[in-house]
């Protein structure tokens, strides 16, 4: 499927869609999605054990994935994964475990998320823990 006229917006949701799949795939417990308050906005909720995983996702529309080498010859999700909107999800994650009186242990992690725009496949790298 070739994705190349897909909006910025229909990028991000694409993205999430495929983070909620590799996190279903790894074990973990999709607990909610899309929460926003005046804090910020947290993309995805999840669960694996005892840890509620709080998770920001990066989207790119790329034209090849990331080298293997580590070579960067394009722009990459991580750019847009900057202190301050850890900062707000942060902030939010804080207010979703005071309002469900969360007592377990919990994290912010990041997912970055390249999909080819020629097919729509997808290149994830999961950034356990990013604060």
């Known amino acids: 499927m070739d994705i190349s006229s897909f909006?910025?917006?229909?990028?991000?949701?694409?993205?999430?869609?495929?983070?909620?799949?590799?996190?279903?795939?790894?074990?973990?417990?999709?607990?909610?999605?899309?929460?926003?308050?005046k804090t910020g906005e947290i993309d995805l909720i999840v669960k694996k054990g005892?840890?509620?995983?709080?998770?920001?996702?990066?989207?790119?529309?790329?034209?090849?994935?990331?080298?293997?080498?580590?070579?960067?010859?394009?722009y990459s999700p991580a750019d847009n994964l900057h202190p301050y909107k850890i900062r707000k999800v942060a902030r939010t994650a804080e207010w979703y475990v005071a309002e469900k009186e969360w007592e377990g242990e919990w994290q912010l992690d990041g997912v970055l998320v390249w999909l080819r725009e020629r097919d729509g496949m997808a290149h994830i790298e999961y950034l356990p823990q990013i604060v």
Request: charged residues 35%.
């Open 7 to 37: 909006s910025t917006k229909d990028i991000g949701n694409l993205g999430e869609k495929v983070a909620e799949e590799y996190f279903r795939r790894h074990g973990f417990e999709i607990i909610d999605r899309n929460i926003a308050r």
């Open 50 to 74: 005892g840890t509620l995983h709080f998770v920001e996702v990066k989207s790119l529309l790329s034209r090849e994935f990331p080298d293997p080498d580590g070579v960067r010859n394009e």
